[in-house]
DNA sequence: CTGAAAGCGCTTACAG
DNA sequence: CTGAAAGCGCTTACAG
């Protein structure tokens, strides 16, 4: 909007370049049927007025909007509190993706609850959905059927496994727990806890946790059941179940956080409580957030490659859009050790 | 977009409800000239067909798209490397203020390099423009008069000083260097080093060295100009820094770092080269970031409300939107104090 | 290679 | 309270 004179349209532009607006259309949008001279007639006007596109009304005409949305779901947090970190990341590397391909972005934070099956591709506003974000995965399945029902183009982040309605991009999970196994018994630690929902309804916590059990189980162990602790991932969360893990008694010498935020909370409580991470207690989380690095001691972790995974949710998306054929894909995990895992 | 039948239209609820479509509009802008029992039936319509209003048009006919755009700048890391977690907390509490103002966002991230000027609000997809990020003052300053002189609307994040095209919300960088300055001189410190640009480039940095200078020389001292390094608010550019500062062999008992991941950086070069923080070196950022908590030492630093900002940003640029008078708003900073800038 | 015309799906004076 | 009609600014067959 211009404070004075309104903005120019492609008729003023046609008048100026005295040609019609439809050689005007034709040139912005690339068209091979322009003779040269013509279109450099058109191209002077339009930097000489500094006309741009309405992209409304060509988005109007052609249906297709160049727009992608991000819903973000948090669901424990409501408000004031900080996103995760490693969603936040992901959402840096998905606004590069979309940049790369010529789309825009539109992000909105959801609540689980929302009725957000029904928004943002049902105004129009963009193509399609990407989905991103822990949440249990019981409620949310209803509400992919209905989007999967309604033909509405939508890529998840989250637990690639069968019988999911749409397609979900996601880490190897159980390969990440299988690396945090198999690290755990290399540096001679047998009783693993395990912080995190280990269920149904969190299907990706719920892998990492099988796939470290798998990588005990082959060294003669497996994890247990009195060593589990439900966490959602945050700070706090992981504090509280640390401290109700030491309550409980039992033995153990390494803690597996289903997520770095829990991991962190989690050291907090384990140092504040007397025991020394690494030499009593081994921590390893999953994620590598930036913080993981600077934590005291510093995590061992499981890196997700977020930059590919921004790529892949975008360029999966795009050619859903384009009526093309797409898959499922698990991202290979990558172990990062550091000094919360320390020999001992 | 529908898998089969395409999506309903206006005309559908209109022949499905035995109205004009007109009428059907009407209804769904709550407008007060419909008859109770009309309106009903037309709602049951709208729900029978799970119709949405589709944006593109409304929003081409009222001339509002009910979008606001934030472009965020990041000139030193072009790709790979991680966001600002300032920045991207600013991100999370502006998409919730937008929510909240029924507005929808879309994301963005340019080069300070690119042709942003005459992009979003050009193409008539935003309202107004949200800009966010650090960059090189001086060149950023043309740039935005020509918004001004294109009357886009549009609000900025950062310095709010005299002579500044635009509307600018920011924090009050002195007041904070102040706090610091105080805090360092309680804690027996004199000799403070300052790691970030200290020039009218960078005014954020620079206000809060000038607040810093400001209450060292009420107690007879001050900064020293050996004792400035200039740092992009990286923590690699604070570990060099760091490093740099320890090569001139100036003695200092602080170091003023004017962001947290500059910091973060320092207190790494600070404990390798054998300083201990706090003891030999008191260490005080800027931001409280979430690592800042779980650094190590976990560092003192000057917290920024960003829910505040996030929501005052959106508030402005809605008011200029809507062709009211803003204002420019300094919001007050917090002094965090934590470990590394402990007693000696 | 170019123009006239229809139409994307709404909103809103204008009549009644 | 309601309908018919114009128009927002484009894109794209259809003719030529």
Redesign the pocket.
């Known amino acids: 909007m211009r404070s004075k004179k ?6 003023d532009i046609a008048h100026r370049a ?9 040139v ?2 690339g068209s ?8 450099q007639r058109v191209l002077d006007a339009v930097r000489e007025l500094n ?4 992209h409304r ?2 988005s ?4 297709r909007s160049g727009t992608l949305a991000l819903l973000l779901f948090e669901d424990p947090t409501p408000d004031e509190s900080h996103i995760n970190p490693f969603f936040l990341s992901m959402l840096g590397s998905i606004t590069r993706a979309c940049a790369k391909h010529g789309h825009d972005l539109l992000v909105s934070f959801q609540q689980l609850s929302d009725d957000w099956h029904a928004d943002y591709e049902d105004s129009m506003k963009a193509d399609g959905l990407i989905l991103l974000g822990y949440g249990d995965y019981v409620t949310y399945h209803s509400k992919l059927e209905q989007l999967v029902g309604q033909g509405t183009h939508f890529v998840r982040w989250g637990a690639v496994q069968e019988g999911q309605p749409g397609v979900s991009i996601g880490c190897d999970n159980f390969k990440g727990g299988q690396l945090v196994g198999e690290h755990l018994i290399e540096r001679g630690r047998k009783k693993v806890a395990f912080l995190g929902n280990a269920s149904a309804h969190s299907p990706e916590f719920f892998e990492r946790y099988r796939g470290c059990d798998a990588a005990l189980q082959r060294a003669g162990g497996g994890m247990q059941a009195d060593l589990q602790v439900d966490a959602e991932s945050e700070e706090k969360a992981g504090y509280a179940a640390a401290v109700s893990l030491l309550e409980r008694g039992r033995p153990f010498d390494a803690v597996f956080a289903a997520s770095d935020l829990i991991a962190v909370g989690a050291m907090r409580a384990l140092t504040e409580h007397g025991r020394h991470v690494p030499w009593d207690v081994a921590v390893v989380g999953f994620d590598d957030i930036p913080m993981a690095r600077f934590a005291n001691p510093p995590l061992t972790t499981v890196a997700q490659d977020t930059v590919r995974a921004g790529e892949l949710l975008v360029e999966t998306l795009l050619r859903q859009v384009r009526g093309e054929a797409t898959e499922a894909v698990m991202l290979p995990p990558e172990l990062v050790v550091r000094r919360s895992s320390g020999a001992v």
Chains 1, 2 share one sequence.
Request: aromatic fraction near 2%.
């Open positions: 309104s903005r120019a349209t492609s008729v005295g040609v019609s607006q439809a050689t005007v259309s034709r912005l949008r091979p049927l322009v003779n040269p001279e013509t279109r006309y741009k596109v309405d009304a060509s109007l005409r052609t249906q």
